[in-house]
């Protein structure tokens, strides 16, 4: 411990963007120290640094985080954008604080960073650091030989016989703040992102806590029939609280508690199936703390020469939703128009770019990282590679989704296509999802000419599952 000089204490800000439910925060407050609040930008440089979408959902709440603290505490949230040693250095010298409080973020980079600032800061000041993100610290749960569970259904199975939910933490109350303005970025600069994104955020979700907790407040009614409806995009049942769980404007303690604590008025199965979504976040975490290269290294090595296709030019009419396969296209313009992605269409927007646009899982997850308001270095690495097939308990390589049939199967009426492909609405139910299928007089008669008004498919999902089954096969990836 360190010897004590003075009695301040630094809280740090990561993906804890809240009051509520934060136990670093609430052990600063405890400890009566002078408290100071900081938070720094630009913290990691690899793959898990914040950019795009998550940026501007960032400085949102950050500056909505800004205005709580003022309000209730008359306290100053500092942010800085720089080398974070000189930060600590810095303040160190300006203060002599002898404490700092983080809540891990089990982001491998984040936890790299932690470890140095540990090591390079040991004689001057104590780092508190505590788990406030999972339910679990992703070494907790581990089998019989003491390894990490690779696959999900044993993991979450002893994980349920091991969870202790504690009752949320509420807003602490700050007795002593550290008065000195030490703030060397204004206030008025968080808030400096491009128009481009604003909409997005300003058209389908408000970042920021008390949003957060107002859809938390609604959970209950937002999961009625999620089990059976949950995969039906059109349905809009799930709970769209994956950004605020990203940014930490929610605990995944406080969310599972509140829907425990109402568990009468939720149907059994919508109960079991919604945690069971939250324990795959829990496995995502536990999957990247045992392989931290788990956002750009293939889990199963055996796909480190598999035999990607660089074409930049599939993967920017991927990317634009003008692949000419409906709903792989609504699925990728919603995710341009709104920052967010049902999960349904998250699979088979990703399965249609590795196994039938034969793209690596790399370039998916970096287009997704870049654009979804709910980007989360585990989840979207998983995801991706679970996808591929190259990940731990991943959907088999052979598992290929017909987009067409998905579709026919997922949005029947064609109601979320039509949502967002407009020049495909006046198509019947059964071309909807197909529309290559009618003759051109037909589809002149709908008010489509394909290559005009809509691509024609940029690719035959037949031929290139074969090729993708031959690839597979031959680079003998399966386990
Ligand atoms: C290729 C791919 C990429 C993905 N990228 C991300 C990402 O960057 N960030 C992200 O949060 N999720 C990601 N997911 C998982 C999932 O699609 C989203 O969490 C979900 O769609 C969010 O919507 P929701 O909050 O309404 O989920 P709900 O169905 O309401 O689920 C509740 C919560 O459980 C968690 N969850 C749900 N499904 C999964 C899952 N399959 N894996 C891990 N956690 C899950 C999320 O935190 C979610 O908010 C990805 C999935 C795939 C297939």
């Known amino acids: ?93 300006e203060t002599n604080f002898t404490d700092l409080y983080i809540n891990n973020t089990y982001d491998p980079e984040v936890d790299k960073i932690d470890k140095s600032i540990k090591k390079e800061f040991s004689n001057l000041f104590n780092v508190n650091s505590y788990n406030s993100s999972l339910l679990f610290k992703p070494n907790e749960i581990l089998n019989n030989s003491g390894s990490f569970f690779k696959v999900y259904t044993p993991f979450w199975k002893n994980a349920l016989n091991k969870l202790n939910l504690r009752e949320p933490l509420p807003i602490p109350k700050i007795n002593f703040i550290y008065k000195k303005d030490i703030s060397s970025v204004k206030k008025s600069e968080i808030n400096n992102q491009s128009k481009m994104w604003e909409k997005k955020t300003l058209s389908h979700f408000k970042p920021g806590e008390i949003s957060a ?27 769209q609280l994956s950004p605020y769980l990203a940014r930490g404007e929610l605990s ?56 990607w296709d660089k074409n930049d030019i599939k993967l920017s009419f991927w990317k634009k939703g003008l692949t000419g396969y409906p709903i792989v296209d609504a699925g990728m313009r919603e995710l341009w128009a709104t920052g967010y992605m049902h999960n349904r269409l998250r699979m088979i927007v990703a399965s249609f770019l590795i196994k039938n646009l034969n793209i690596s899982w790399v370039e998916g997850a970096k287009w997704f990282w870049e654009n979804l ?84 498919p940029i690719v035959d999902h037949k031929t290139t599952r074969d090729e993708a089954l031959r690839n597979y096969k031959e680079m003998n990836v399966s386990k």
């Not at 303690?253 to 945690?275: C, H, L, T």
């Not at 679970?386 to 026919?408: E, H, K, M």
């Open 373 to 456: 308001f709910d980007a989360d270095i585990a989840n979207n690495s998983a995801g991706w590679q679970w996808v591929a097939g190259c990940g731990t308990d991943a959907a088999p390589y052979f598992r290929i989704f017909n987009p067409t049939l998905q579709s026919i199967r997922f949005d029947k009426d064609g109601e979320y296509i039509r949502k967002w492909i407009p020049e495909l609405k006046d198509l019947p139910n059964k071309f909807i999802h197909s529309p290559w299928e009618l003759t051109e007089m037909e589809l002149i008669s709908f008010n489509i000419k394909l290559g005009k008004d809509y691509p024609c």
């Open 252 to 307: 995944v303690n406080e969310i599972f508690y509140a829907i425990k604590k109402d568990k009468k008025k939720v149907n059994i199965n919508d109960y079991a199936k919604f945690i069971a979504q939250l324990g795959w976040r829990e496995f995502s975490y536990n999957i990247l703390y045992n392989f931290p290269k788990l956002p750009h290294k293939n889990f199963n090595s055996k796909f480190d020469n598999f035999p």
């Open 213 to 239: 907790r107002k859809m938390l407040g609604q959970i209950v009614i937002k999961i009625i029939d999620y089990s059976k409806d949950r995969d039906f995009p059109i349905k809009n049942n799930t709970s």
């Open 1 to 93: 411990m360190i010897e004590k000089t003075t009695n301040i204490g630094i809280y740090w800000i990561r993906s804890d963007l809240r009051l509520h439910d934060n136990i670093a925060l609430w052990e600063a407050a405890k400890s009566n120290k002078e408290i100071i609040i900081i938070y720094i930008k630009n913290l990691t440089t690899g793959p898990s640094k914040i950019i795009g979408a998550a940026n501007l959902w960032i400085d949102k709440s950050l500056l909505e985080l800004s205005y709580q603290y003022e309000k209730l505490f008359k306290l100053n949230l500092n942010i800085y954008d720089e080398d974070y040693i000189s930060i600590f250095k810095a303040l160190h010298k």
